[in-house]
């Protein structure tokens, strides 16, 4: 009989011999830059794509206003309890009214959300077709659902038709889920054609997951669904606040029939403590200023259509359109060497090894920052085309 900690012990040895051993990593952080094994380097590898999570200025703002009976860091209870506080009343109304959609749902993570939606929205009868490169989340979420499951070739509208017309008339519902924005290859969905898809058959509905567009895109910060005009088609639009709004949690908009259902069905929702209400108010406080922010976006834009630019002109294949850009290496060994070799020269990067992206295709992930002056892009174009 194994001993179940030298299986583990043995599991961990394959992963360090096969360069995937994940470790955590400690380092101080000082606005756009980290502090990591005594050496000050530029954080390329934060989600704080329009750097409010290091802006002072904002976080003094909400202080401003806080008093001790608002600094609530505790809701003490499942929202069906006690923890339902007027600040989650207050961030859904004011994420509902950005939307224009009749109610939205806030969550701890996007996590929860992407992993309790998809199995309370579906029965045994129903399938979903998500996406090949959907985040681990949703997977985790089509694992949990009583559904059939199926993934459609990365951005082929082709194959998703095909399914769709194969298997629409033999379901009750069918759940289309993808990503605006993907966070290992930084590409983007079709989304105005997975639409026009969705529209072709009248038991279809569309789930979207704007965690790397929600602040960045659109006029006003609402992701691509606003860039492209279609947040009214979209059944499930999905949105993190721990990314480009620097703060926690993440929030569903939708009709209100179908939050209603989501507070009834949606296990991680019913079963967990709420977010502490100050996050929710200093949530809501970025919310306010989020269609503000037009040139932090622009910023944000600019610096990424540079560094796409160069790679054109190198001819480093890259299938990002957006500020996530990956370096595709390949071995995982190779991936973390070069990260080490960035961090050496002063820009914190790290590897992106299986199970995160499919074995043969790890990477360096560069996420772009609002904040990051002219002279250091130039300094990151010089590190990257060596």
């Not at 530029?42 to 206003?65: I, K, Q, T, V």
């Not at 997977?139 to 769709?164: C, E, P, V, Y």
């Not at 602040?215 to 480009?244: N, W």
Request: some cysteine; charged content about 25%.
């Amino acid at each position: 009989m194994n001993n179940p900690y030298e299986s583990m012990q043995t599991a961990l040895h394959e992963l360090s011999a096969q360069g995937n051993l994940r470790t955590l990593s400690h380092a101080l952080h000082e606005g756009r830059y980290l502090y990591a094994a005594g050496q000050k380097m530029l954080n390329l590898s934060s989600n704080d794509y329009l750097g409010l999570a290091a802006n002072l200025e904002l976080r003094a703002r909400f202080l401003e206003n806080l008093t001790p009976e608002d600094f609530l860091p505790s809701s003490s209870s499942s929202r069906l309890l006690t923890g339902n506080h007027p600040a989650f009343d207050e961030l859904e109304t004011a994420l509902a009214r950005l939307y224009g959609t009749e109610s939205a749902l806030v969550f701890n993570s996007g996590y929860d959300a992407n992993t309790g939606i998809l199995p309370a929205i579906t029965e045994a009868e129903d399938l979903i077709l998500a996406d090949k490169l959907v985040h681990a989340s949703l997977i985790d979420g089509m694992r949990l659902s009583r559904a059939r499951w199926h993934r459609f070739k990365h951005n082929d509208l082709h194959h998703l038709d095909r399914l769709l017309a194969e298997h629409a008339p033999k379901h009750r519902h069918i759940i289309i889920v993808t990503e605006s924005i993907f966070s290992m290859d930084g590409d983007e969905a079709p989304l105005s054609k997975l639409v026009q898809l969705k529209q072709l058959h009248p038991n279809v509905l569309l789930y979207v997951d704007e965690a790397h567009a929600f602040g960045l895109r659109g006029h006003r910060g609402l992701g691509c669904c606003e860039e492209k005009g279609c947040i009214g088609e979209v059944d499930f639009l999905a949105g993190t606040l721990g990314k480009a709004t620097a703060s926690a949690g993440a929030f569903v908009v939708c009709r209100q029939v179908t939050r209603d259902y989501l507070v009834n069905h949606v296990r991680p929702f019913i079963f967990t403590t709420a977010l502490p209400p100050v996050i929710a108010k200093w949530s809501r406080h970025v919310l306010h200023l989020l269609p503000e922010m037009s040139e932090r976006r622009q910023r944000l834009n600019t610096l990424s259509r540079r560094l796409h630019q160069v790679l054109r002109e190198q001819k480093v294949k890259c299938p990002s359109t957006s500020h996530i850009i990956p370096l595709l290496i390949g071995d995982s060994a190779r991936a973390v060497y070069r990260a080490e070799e960035m961090q050496r020269h002063g820009f914190y990067v790290r590897a992106v090894r299986p199970p995160t992206v499919p074995e043969g295709t790890a990477r360096l992930r560069l996420s772009l920052r609002a904040d990051i002056t002219d002279e250091e892009m130039e300094r990151i174009i010089e590190e990257v085309a060596k």
